[in-house]
Every structure is written in structure tokens, then in C-alpha cells.
């Protein structure tokens, strides 16, 4: 299972395994706060396409297809997120405030479309 959450948002016990998905450690928050168990900055939009995006929703569409596309370059750690997903519940942590469009999403996406894609 794959849960998202804000890094704002305070841990809870239905996380388990807390993921950072973000490149750039969020704003005004502590590491005891956050809770971090990974952090996978590479899995995270390169710094061009999150500095091209800059949370405009009306380049969200060009972005989830660039994204997708950064994605399919890292197969390695697709590979290990969907493995640790198997094995329990992951949550990726994002910093972003739109809960619907963010890359977490995409990645969540992703990997539950790669997983059906699998079998």
C-alpha cells in the first residue's frame, strides 16, 4: 500500500515506512519532526523540471508527462519502492500544499500503473 502525506503533516503510526520524495529537504521542518525513514531525492523531479513547473496548474498536464518520462530512466528505484510496498505500508512524503497536484502523486501513480503492468 502507498499512503501520501505532507511533511508538514505530524507522523502517525499508520505511516510505517515514512519516504521523502521531494529533492530539497522541506522548509522549517526538524528531522525528529519529520520522521524520515528514506530519503530518496533521486526519485524526486530533476531541479529543471521542478523550477519549470513552479506549482502553476496550468503547465500540471506537461509536467505529470515530463515526469513520467524522468521515471521511466529509473528503474532501479521504481524497482525499490514498489518492493518495499509489497512488503507493507510506504508513505511518501511531499512538501508541496496542493494535495492533488504534486509530484508524490505522479510517483504514486506510476508505480501502482508499473505494478499492474508487471504481472
Do not use: C, Q
Not at 28 to 40: F, H, N, P, Q
Not at 56 to 76: I, T
Amino acid at each position: 500500500m502507498i499512503r501520501l502525506k505532507r511533511a508538514y503533516d505530524s507522523p502517525a503510526p499508520e505511516d510505517v515506512e515514512r519516504i521523502l520524495v521531494e529533492r530539497l529537504w522541506p522548509r522549517g521542518v526538524s528531522k525528529e519532526r519529520a520522521a524520515i525513514d528514506l530519503w530518496m531525492k533521486e526519485i524526486a523531479p530533476s531541479a529543471e523540471l521542478r523550477k519549470w513547473f513552479s506549482h502553476d496548474l496550468a503547465k500540471w498536464e506537461e509536467f505529470v508527462e515530463r515526469y513520467r518520462a524522468e521515471l521511466a530512466e529509473k528503474p532501479e528505484l521504481l524497482a525499490e519502492l514498489r518492493e518495499k510496498a509489497r512488503h507493507g505500508t510506504v508513505t511518501l512524503i511531499y512538501a508541496a500544499r496542493d494535495e492533488a497536484h504534486n509530484s508524490a502523486v505522479v510517483l504514486r501513480e506510476f508505480l501502482e500503473a508499473g505494478k499492474n503492468r508487471k504481472k
